[in-house]
């Protein structure tokens, strides 16, 4: 009986240590992470591989996530809401820029600071937005570039 007894006790610290590091996983991997913070949206012409989750980064670090896209009915632009930590104040005069991590990595929304006293508050808009540009169009530049020569 005592074999069963040790077997049973092995069996069950497989058991927690698979639920220790799943929940580690899952607290890491940034599924479970509720930013609480302020809002900003920002308008871009093409956002092409951004999604709702994408990271928003100041100085490589992360500072916040797009929570939400829709699209402007008139101008046809893609406005981004934005959920920023409310550790981070960013000046109102700065510019975000649709990065990619690496050659064919994620694309993250890149926040370059400007150089304001006035911090923006909650809902406030950036003004000065740099949408995507993806290798096609650079190919077909290039292309159009050497045929018209």
């Keep these: 009986m005592k074999e069963g007894t040790f077997e049973t006790l092995i069996g069950f610290s497989v058991i927690a240590v698979a639920i220790c590091f799943f929940i580690f996983a899952y607290t890491t991997s940034g599924l479970s992470s509720h930013v609480s913070g302020y809002n900003l949206s920002a308008d871009f012409q093409n956002i092409e591989g951004i999604s709702k989750g994408a990271d928003v980064k100041l100085a490589g670090i992360k500072i ?21 930590n409310n550790d981070i104040q960013i000046p109102n005069d700065s510019s975000a820029i ?9 694309k993250f929304i890149k926040i370059n600071p400007g150089s304001s006293d006035d911090n923006f508050k909650n ?7 740099q ?3 993806n290798i096609e169009d650079l190919v077909n530049k290039l292309v159009y570039s050497m045929t018209s020569k």
């Design 123 to 129: 809902g406030g808009k950036i003004r000065y937005t």
């Design 98 to 106: 649709i990065s990619t991590s690496g050659l064919i990595g994620n």
């Design 64 to 84: 916040g996530v797009v929570e939400d896209i829709t699209l402007e009915s008139e101008s046809y632009y893609a406005i981004l809401k934005l959920k920023i």
């Design 131 to 133: 949408s995507t540009m």
